[in-house]
């Protein structure tokens, strides 16, 4: 078996632009776009917010990790993970050694992005609220990871595509 590397792995908050700039990444480089999330969807035959609800977040995170694990070893273009996949200590350790894009974003634009009345089970109740703690538990988990780190805040996806793609060496 042959194993492959990513050619970059996306790490960010909600509303960082990991799904859209994963996909034009993928593009401009001639390669596959993976998402964990859609894994996870697939193998539990229901959306992220449905798990969470019906199955918990703890359920939830298994199933992340063993989609990042998968993907790691198996997928070679651009790979995007959850917003939270971070909070692993094993997914921390799979990283080690890849390519890891943090995709950087202010509250504000995260807000504008994700939207307060978006399906997303982390952020019930104050929405607002909700984002401003996950983003700032998660920055420094975000930051250790990554070898490259891009500031998306009022940024079109062509100029950061071209950032991310300069920064790869590509």
Same mark, same amino acid.
């Given at each position: 078996m042959t194993v492959t590397t990513p050619t970059a792995v996306l790490i960010g908050p909600p509303g960082s632009g990991k799904s859209t700039l994963g996909r034009l990444l993928a593009e401009r480089l001639g390669v596959r776009f993976?998402? $964990?999330? /859609?894994?996870?969807?697939?193998?539990?035959?229901?959306?992220?917010?449905d798990i969470f609800i019906e199955d918990g977040e703890d359920r939830f995170r298994e199933l992340e990790l063993a989609a990042v694990r998968q993907a790691l070893r198996e997928h070679d273009g651009i790979l995007s993970l959850g917003g939270g996949a971070v909070?692993?200590?094993? $997914?921390? /350790?799979?990283?080690d050694g890849h390519t890891v894009v943090y995709l950087q974003v202010g509250l504000a634009d995260a807000v504008a992005r994700v939207g307060l009345g978006a399906a997303?089970?982390?952020?019930?109740?104050?929405?607002?609220?909700q984002l401003k703690k996950l983003m700032e538990q998660r920055r420094p988990i975000y930051e250790r990871l990554a070898v490259l780190t891009v500031a998306t805040d009022k940024r079109e996806p062509a100029e950061l595509a071209d950032e991310i793609i300069k920064g790869l060496g590509r």
């Open positions: 993976r998402d $964990t999330d /859609a894994d996870v969807e697939a193998v539990a035959g229901k959306p992220v917010g909070l692993s200590e094993e $997914t921390q /350790a799979l990283l997303r089970p982390l952020l019930v109740l104050n929405p607002r609220s």
